[in-house]
């Protein structure tokens, strides 16, 4: 099955807390929720063990966003070893929440070449999957496609890095990659990301899928800003209809400002092309 919810806790939802935001997803029919800890982590281990509780409770799967603060390209130490604590910091709370990934934004190429920042990255996050294992917390840390160009995260780098770096996934945003460069707006263009996915990671790569989704206002620069999908130009339902063909498994985010309104057209459209099929 592939998976319907929304990025942060529902705006109808009692408080803005993850609690009422899981029983919310559950009330509105929805299957999943992104934990949003992009401006801290500041959730202790009581917490997220009530999380997890709440959502297995309510059958309501869960996934976490790193701080927006990390660069693994920074070009100070300090810098580094910051973004690589924030990003442990998220895995071991998402891990207490019985989430089943981390998704981050991997860094900005700060004029270096991208092969380059592609090295560096690679070094310093490899740091991080292996304090992981050692702590024995098994979670996918899943660096995001990026929106705009000064950032790192083409959906080549991203299968790239998922490749060489065990404990890797990818967290592919089809807004964010349209936003990047104009194209990539048609079921075709869909399909082909999809099966960029299965010829590099194999199709366990798309029974567990990690995906990102919202309108999305862009310009030479590729990312502006977030929009809802009926005031964007996002052909949403031709990439439903590409997940279902490809029979995509695991998680769909939606990140429009009206969250769950958004989700529910997604999920809907995903709905009756599967009963239709
Ligand atoms: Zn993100």
Known sequence: MLLFGTGGTPHSAKTKTAIDGIRRIAELGMGCM??????????????????????????????????YYINFNAHEPEKIRA?????????????????????????????????????????YLEEVVDRLKQESIHIPL????????????????????????????????FAHWHARNGAYNSYREFASILQQVEESLGRAALDDMHIHCSGIKYGAKGEIKHLNLKDSDLQYVELIKALSDFEVKGLLICESPNLEEDTLLLQETYNDLVMAG
């Open 34 to 67: 992104e934990l949003e800890f992009v401006r801290g982590v500041r959730m202790g281990e009581t917490d997220a063990r009530l999380v997890a509780e709440v959502a297995a409770m309510e059958g309501v799967k869960l996934s976490a966003h790193a701080p």
């Open 83 to 123: 973004s690589q604590e924030r990003l442990l910091q998220t895995a071991r709370i998402a891990s207490l929440c019985g989430a089943q990934s981390v998704v981050f934004h991997t860094a900005f190429y700060l004029g270096d070449p991208p092969e380059k920042a592609y090295d560096t990255i690679k070094k």
């Open 142 to 173: 899943r660096p995001e496609v990026m929106g705009k160009r000064s950032q790192f995260g083409t959906v080549e780098e991203v299968i790239k890095l998922c490749t060489e770096l065990e404990g890797l996934a990818p967290c592919i945003d």
